[in-house]
């Protein structure tokens, strides 16, 4: 990709919104209160947004979102349950709902009535889209980076040996070194200062958080359910994304979509928040502008 533009990279250089914790009664904690950390930053009265981030990442990852939003919206990204200090949902067995009840829980408790907008970046666009579907009212528009299918179309021996294979990681993922997971994430010639902070991302993964997220990606597939989504949608894909081929996610969803707008990231890779933020950015505010 080419090198940063002056202005993606003052996004880049500023300071993350402190953590915080908040309790949340949900269906989810068995009828008690677990506890879900975020970052938030801007007015709460201006116009809310909520960003959910990928697998091996967490809240961290929006620090160009918080530098580039906040001014005109009240921004909040979580760590989803069983990353950093959020509460893992009890058991094994997580659903990709739970997850959304989840985020209605963190609304509620936070005092938010409807999002301008929703973000979901990678395993995030999965929950995004879920919730986005369960509770309509709530979402004005709904925007997916390096989208996701899941895998809950797969059945018998094909869906057990790998879902075996992903659970397998939640052992082997973690102690590889940073700068290996940068590079599957990134393109070869991505800019230092976007690899740097890639590289930092998986500091709030935990064993327990990867695998039941991990299973939760078997019990949807989300071309079934995006097109009972009813606000606008937009989808984002890197044009040299690995982990998430364009034609294998992004151009599915659209299929399943149509009425779904596509923003190809030219030369981008996985992290499109941090590889191109500006217009990561002003993709927000589009579809917060159109929040129905």
């Not at 039941?212 to 995006?226: E, G, H, K, L, M």
């Not at 190809?264 to 996985?270: A, I, K, L, V």
């Amino acid at each position: 990709m080419a090198d940063l533009s002056p202005a993606d990279a003052e996004l880049l250089r500023q300071e993350l919104p402190a953590l915080a914790r908040v309790d949340v009664a949900s269906s989810i904690y068995s009828g008690q209160q677990g506890q879900i950390e975020y970052r938030a930053a801007g007015d709460p009265n201006n116009p809310a947004v909520l960003m959910l981030h990928g697998l091996g990442s967490s809240s961290a990852g929006y620090r160009a979102q918080f530098a580039g939003l906040s001014r005109d919206f009240h921004v909040i990204a979580w760590n989803a349950p069983g990353f950093g200090g959020s509460s893992p949902i009890p058991g094994q067995d997580a659903k990709i709902d739970d997850y959304a009840s989840a985020v209605e829980g963190l609304l509620r408790a936070l005092g938010v009535r409807r999002l301008a907008a929703l973000v979901g970046s990678s395993w995030g666009s999965i929950v995004a889209t879920a919730f986005a579907r369960r509770y309509p009212a709530l979402v004005g528009s709904l925007v997916l980076s390096a989208p996701n299918t899941a895998r809950g179309h797969l059945v018998g021996d094909t869906r057990t040996a790998e879902l075996n294979a992903w659970l397998r990681t939640a052992d082997v993922n973690i102690p590889v070194p940073r700068a290996t997971i940068a590079d599957r994430l990134l393109t070869p010639d991505t800019p230092a200062l976007v690899r740097q902070h890639v590289e930092r991302l998986r500091d709030a993964m935990t064993t327990e958080g990867w695998r039941q997220a991990i299973r939760s990606t078997f019990t949807v597939y989300t071309p079934d359910i995006i097109s009972e989504v009813r606000c606008p949608i937009a989808i984002l894909s890197g044009t040299r994304d690995q982990v998430a081929p364009q034609q294998d996610h992004a151009e599915r969803l659209l299929a399943a979509a149509p009425r779904a707008t596509s923003y190809p990231f030219e030369d981008c890779g996985h992290i499109l928040k941090l590889e191109a933020p500006s217009k990561f950015n002003a993709v927000v505010r589009e579809m917060a502008a159109q929040a129905k």
